[in-house]
């Protein structure tokens, strides 16, 4: 009698999940992150489409909007005033960006050198750009005085007749770039040191082996490895020079009350950013102001690209 096999009930198989869409499945994190957006779409982003809808009107903060339509970047483009602020800013911004990477350069490689007290040195060169600007220019304001300065001092001491530092056009330019100098060759010194030690030593060690001097090292291995940290420095440079506003204020709101944000006698210290703080906040003139800011964010780009290409040629 033939026996009957039974066959084993057939096991379900589970069904297959859905896998969950990326928003529901890391939502928390997007959570987590999500104040960091939040805060730049309200304080940065959307600052900056306001000012771009508010170049197009008349308004001066209270009352309501009137459309102008491109009549202010017209004005802007005739206006004497902002070309010399124009002016102003890139003689100032040459005075001290070239000075300063100089200085900034030749400090880097001295402290790559030192074997003693390098964390020492660091600091110390680092703080000027840390301290206060309003504190420095205050003080840059007493070194450059007229009657006591101690700048004047010096060239009394050497026999050279004083300098109205503060009340000339060029001596407000030279004071204003020194001060920059002052405030951005220790900071600009740390980025050349950190770009120096990435510079292998066997090269310097091959170099000296086939009697290369200091100075020949320097311009076939040093110089030409550090183009990009020299693009990095000098892009920075003419982003934060061109953008010069504190250092004129304060420095030149005490050399005369009618020039208190004019930027001095004969508005030779009137920076762009000096210019669009007079006519936004002074004149009350916030649609003009929007146009002003506009047209110095396309000098900023376009003296960051002239630079970019400049380094970036003599690279290749």
């Known amino acids: 009698m033939a026996v009957l096999e039974q066959t084993p009930p057939a096991v379900a198989q589970p069904s297959p999940t859905r896998p969950k869409k990326g928003l529901r499945k890391y939502w928390h994190l997007y959570a987590a992150i999500s104040p960091f957006y939040l805060i730049f ?20 903060g209270l009352g309501s909007m ?6 202010q970047y017209q004005y802007l483009l005739s206006d004497g005033d902002f070309w010399n602020s124009i002016g102003n800013t ?40 840390v ?13 450059f ?43 600009n010194a740390i980025i050349f040191l950190a770009g120096l030690q990435t510079v292998p030593g066997e090269l310097y060690e091959a170099a000296r082996m086939d009697g ?9 291995i040093t110089l030409p490895l550090l ?20 250092e004129p204020q304060v420095l030149l709101q005490t050399s005369s009350n ?21 006519q936004t906040f002074d004149n009350n003139d916030f649609g003009y102001g929007a146009a002003v800011a506009w047209g110095i964010f396309l000098v900023v780009v376009l003296f960051s690209i002239i630079n970019w290409r400049l380094v970036q040629r003599r690279g290749d």
């Open 212 to 220: 290369a001097g200091p100075v020949q090292t320097f311009f076939r």
């Open 145 to 187: 005085s007229t009657n006591a300065g101690m700048v004047n001092a010096v060239l009394h001491a050497v026999g050279i007749d004083q300098v109205a530092w503060l009340n000339t056009p060029w001596g407000i330019k030279v004071t204003i770039a020194a001060l920059m100098t002052w405030q951005w060759t220790g900071y």
């Open 227 to 246: 183009r990009p940290t020299l693009l990095f420095v000098l892009v920075v440079s003419t982003v934060t020079g061109l953008q010069s506003f504190s």
């Open 90 to 129: 890139i003689i100032i911004w040459a005075l001290a960006t070239f000075p300063m990477i100089f200085l900034a350069m030749v400090t880097a490689v001295m402290l790559n050198s030192a074997v003693r007290f390098k964390g020492l040195y660091r600091v110390a060169y680092f703080l000027p750009n």
């Open 258 to 278: 009618d020039s208190t944000f004019a930027g001095g006698p004969g508005h030779s210290g009137q920076t762009m950013v000096l210019y669009f703080f007079q």
């Open 66 to 71: 009137e459309w102008a339509g491109l009549s």
């Open 131 to 143: 301290t206060s600007v309003v504190a420095i220019a205050i003080v840059f304001g007493s070194i």
């Open 41 to 60: 779409l309200g304080f940065g982003l959307f600052p900056v489409g306001f000012s771009l809808y508010l170049s197009f009107h008349r308004w001066d």
